[in-house]
């Protein structure tokens, strides 16, 4: 079974940054998308980020000119850096990956944005 493990979440001020680092193992042939989702409290999990198949990027309008995904394909990993926050940005994030036939998730791990 594929596994995906975040890291990097904490509390921050406000402005401040944080870098989600996910990283997957297991037995998988390769990831057509791998992405970030969140969920706030009281709120539906949405996307965040994610690479499409090609390479394509798609980021929520909430988060455009803030936060940056990027890969490494050797490492199957794939990265969140997140930059001048806000405490609206505050939830579990969600590192997601498909391989058919399925998509897979991570645990999640905790961004806290204070005021």
């Known amino acids: 079974q594929v596994q995906l493990v975040e890291s990097g979440g904490g509390l921050v001020q406000a402005g401040g940054s944080l870098r989600l680092s996910c990283a997957a193992s297991?037995?998988?042939?390769?990831?057509?998308?791998m992405g970030w989702y969140r969920q706030g409290p009281g709120k539906q999990r949405e996307l965040v980020a994610r690479?499409?198949?090609?390479?394509?990027?798609e980021y929520a309008d909430s988060v455009k000119g803030r936060f940056t995904i990027s890969r490494d394909t050797t490492k199957n990993s794939i990265y969140l850096q997140m930059n001048s926050l806000k405490p609206e940005d505050t939830g579990v994030y969600y590192c997601?990956?498909?391989?058919?036939?399925?998509?897979?998730w991570g645990q999640g791990t905790q961004v806290t944005v204070s005021s």
């Open positions: 297991g037995s998988f042939f390769r990831f057509s998308v």
């Open positions: 997601n990956a498909y391989s058919i036939p399925r998509d897979y």
């Open positions: 690479f499409l198949i090609g390479g394509n990027l």
